[in-house]
């Protein structure tokens, strides 16, 4: 399955932006200095990756300055990004009903809810977003309705919804990344390879598209085009595995059995016990009695 993302509202991490607090819809709330250095630093922490050091100096500033709406806010992010998803939603709720307008909090705890699998409830969530007339990235919203109503399954409403993100920012390869994957799933290949290289173009660094891509040339039977691809996005990462694994495929259906053996036997070694270490095994088993059968024929 397509790597599909979520899209929290990062535009609360003041090292990534001009401002240094997260923006509420209205306005950061006011804090003690005390407790805004420590609310700077827990923000740094997020922003570096580091969640336990964050929700500690979190801790600590909503012990300075309780009830703070923005604090309570990072909090949940701090959470979040601990995928500790129970408490986040926790945060977030606290933080709404301290301020309700603080719509960046309003968009985190729809992901949260989706991380938890409660779709509806974090659409509900991302429609609040949507009418909040002072809501700077609707764009956020809307992609993020878009995963949830992939996730339920509903293709046509998540491609809507992702369509409506592009048209708020157009250059947002993970939106055009997921509406590709959707129309993917739809056996709309045309339409996919188009927004794939779209992608691309926006960013000639983000290689799922170019997977994806070789995987309908494949599905296509059309091999040096999916082997040409491949080869361009497993050259500088022989971590992908699954992009390993499909080389080695392709190698194979071409007869090229030296070198698609040699992919398998790299990925059973990789990840020794995974379900894709096992399904190399089998097709190196599966390959290798081909193999001994025309060489009996001989």
């Known amino acids: 399955m397509a790597n599909i993302r979520l899209l929290t509202s990062t535009a609360v991490i003041c090292v990534l932006l001009l401002g240094c607090v997260p923006p509420g819809a209205r306005g950061p709330s006011p804090m003690k200095n005390e407790a805004q250095l420590k609310y700077q630093l827990g923000i740094a922490y997020i922003n570096e990756g580091k969640s336990p050091q964050a929700v500690k100096e979190l801790h600590a500033a909503q012990t300075l300055e309780p009830n703070n709406a923005d604090i309570e806010h990072a909090l949940g992010l701090a959470y979040q990004q601990k995928q500790l998803f129970d408490k986040a939603v926790d945060q977030y709720d606290k933080a709404l009903k301290l301020n309700p307008k603080l719509t960046e909090a309003r968009n985190n705890y729809g992901t949260a809810l989706m991380s938890q699998g409660k779709y509806n409830e974090a659409l ?4 609040l977003c949507l009418k909040d007339p002072d809501y700077t990235t609707p764009e956020k919203a809307l992609y993020n309705m878009g995963v949830a109503y992939f996730s339920k399954g509903d293709l046509d409403n998540a491609i809507e919804q992702y369509q409506k993100s592009l048209k708020e920012r157009e250059d947002n390869v ?125």
């Open 124 to 127: 509900a969530q991302f429609e």
């Open 174 to 298: 993970n939106t055009l990344f997921n509406l590709a994957y959707c129309f993917e799933s739809k056996k709309n290949y045309p339409k996919a390879m188009e927004l794939y290289k779209k992608a691309m173009e926006w960013d000639p660094t983000f290689k799922d598209p170019q997977y994806r891509m070789a995987i309908i040339y494949s599905e296509q039977e059309n091999y040096p085009a999916a082997l040409e691809l491949l080869s361009k996005a497993t050259e500088k990462d022989t971590s992908n595995l699954e992009a390993q694994f499909l080389l080695g495929q392709i190698y194979l259906k071409m007869g090229k059995m030296d070198a698609g053996l040699k992919k398998m036997e790299l990925v059973a070694k990789s990840d020794p016990g995974s379900e894709l270490a096992q399904r190399s095994q089998e097709e190196i088993s599966k390959s290798k009695l081909i193999m001994g059968a025309k060489a009996d024929k001989k």
